[in-house]
């Protein structure tokens, strides 16, 4: 990161906007002194101050912080390439919440199998019954287990690690 290009290129855009440091200072709530050191690239502008600094200069963080703007193909590229990643995310999401939701079902199986089974008092020690309520009190377990995963990102972070290792090895192979 070159402080003293991002400098001159908020230097360049405040006076975009035929403004002082001192009337830019102002719009910000920030010292004039303040505004000048970005602009010589003695400091950087807090990141609260950079999202407002692109809202002001209508450019994009990441412009800012390569201190230049970007080309309009190169937005769009950026543009279709995030779309492109939402949708593979989303596809990758929907598989996840059908395997999810068919192990919910089968777990809420294995929960009314073990209640009917503990209320009509079928669970004598040893019996066939007793072995279906266990097993369907640890699918329970196992669900809920899986489902906090889920939901803490856990099994997200498995899957990337799965499919590095995946290619990985693929290049390996090549």
């Known amino acids: 990161m070159d402080q003293m ?6 230097k360049e855009l405040r006076k975009e906007k035929n403004l002082t440091q001192q009337q830019l200072a102002e719009q910000l709530n920030v010292s004039g002194r303040t505004v000048s ?5 003695t400091n950087m ?3 609260s101050i950079l999202v407002d600094l692109a809202k002001f200069y209508d450019v994009s963080i990441p412009e800012i912080i390569d201190g230049g703007r ?3 193909k ?8 995030a779309l492109k990643l939402s949708d593979y995310a989303e596809t990758i999401n929907q598989k996840i919440k059908i395997r999810l939701f068919w192990l919910t079902i089968i777990a809420l ?3 009314i199998a073990f209640i009917v089974i503990e209320a009509l008092g079928l ?3 040893g019996s066939l019954y007793e072995r279906i309520a266990s097993a369907g009190l640890g699918l329970d377990f196992g669900m809920l287990i899986v489902i906090a995963m ?3 990102g856990v099994l997200g972070k498995i899957k990337a690690r799965r499919m590095m290792r995946k290619n990985a090895r693929k290049l390996n192979q090549n």
Do not use: C, H, Q
């Open 5 to 10: 290009k991002i400098g001159a290129f908020l």
């Open 37 to 41: 050191r970005w602009e010589t690239g």
């Open 45 to 47: 502008p807090d990141i």
């Open 70 to 72: 970007r080309s309009e």
């Open 74 to 81: 190169m937005n769009e590229e950026v543009k279709e390439t």
């Open 109 to 111: 199986l294995g929960m």
């Open 123 to 125: 669970d004598t020690p």
């Open 150 to 152: 889920y939901l803490s």
